[in-house]
């Protein structure tokens, strides 16, 4: 079975940065599929965050896309080799406060943002930024 595994969340000041990363399982190449990363804050809907389309054959590269909310402050990408999507944070404000998810979704379809779109999703990091 296909599972995909965050770690690297925590606590952090704001103003701060964490490197979030997500490690598939054996089945799922991520460089073929997009990836992205959504985050759920408490009592309130899950949204989308960032995506890394995939790439023909595998691969690093691919487009990405942003909400506009953590545009030129987060940074979505992609080790075809460790079979891992990572999302840097910089600049975090509390606002960013949230359970954070990777998710598998199609691969060439550009901007998806909508989670309905997304199969695979793994379990979720807290990311706490206090002000």
């Known amino acids: 079975q296909v599972q995909l595994v965050e770690s690297g969340g925590g606590l952090v000041q704001a103003g701060g940065s964490l490197r979030l990363s997500c490690s598939a399982s054996?089945?799922?190449?991520?460089?073929?599929?997009?990836m992205g990363w959504f985050r759920q804050p408490s009592g309130k809907e899950r949204e989308f965050v960032a995506r890394?389309?995939?790439?023909?054959?595998?691969?690093?590269?691919?487009?990405?896309y942003y909400a506009d909310s953590v545009e030129g402050r987060f940074t979505i990408s992609r080790d075809s080799a460790k079979n891992s999507v990572y999302l840097q944070m910089n600049n975090l404000q509390p606002e960013d406060t949230a359970v954070y998810f990777c998710?598998?979704?199609?691969?060439?379809?550009?901007?998806?943002?909508?989670?309905?779109?997304?199969?695979?999703w793994g379990q979720g990091t807290q990311v706490t930024v206090s002000s």
């Open positions: 890394i389309n995939g790439v023909y054959g595998g691969g690093d590269g691919g487009p990405t």
């Open positions: 054996e089945g799922t190449i991520i460089g073929t599929y997009g």
């Open positions: 998710a598998r979704g199609p691969a060439y379809l550009g901007r998806v943002t909508s989670p309905s779109n997304y199969d695979i």
